[in-house]
């Protein structure tokens, strides 16, 4: 029991560590609504987890919202760019073997 609530506020300090970080100490600073429906087994796992968290749902899904666009935007766009260079690389290279088989240069 003690390990889980160790890992619990190791979990929650990492999250007040980031949002400092990352958002300037903008901690619970929002401007804006979203309106999700789910089902309700899923609200009332939802909610105990964000208990079990000390936080609201709404704070633990603003939390979870803001983690994926920041992944996104540093893991997986630029991933993006890098498959679009290789893939418009290997076009071209193959456009351009094409090319040469047929006698154009």
């Known amino acids: 029991v003690f390990f889980i609530f160790y890992i619990d506020m190791v979990i929650w300090l990492c999250y007040i560590i980031v ?28 909610a105990g987890i964000a208990d079990g968290y000390g936080m609201t749902m709404s704070a633990l899904a603003s939390y979870i919202i803001g983690q994926y666009v920041y992944n996104h935007e540093r893991l997986i766009n630029p991933l993006s760019d890098e498959i679009r260079f290789l893939l418009m690389d290997k076009v071209k290279q193959v456009v351009e073997e094409e090319g040469e088989g047929r006698g154009e240069a």
């Open 19 to 46: 949002r400092l970080l990352i958002l300037g100490g903008e901690i619970m600073a929002r401007n804006t609504t979203i309106h999700i429906a789910v089902r309700d087994d899923i609200k009332e796992k939802f």
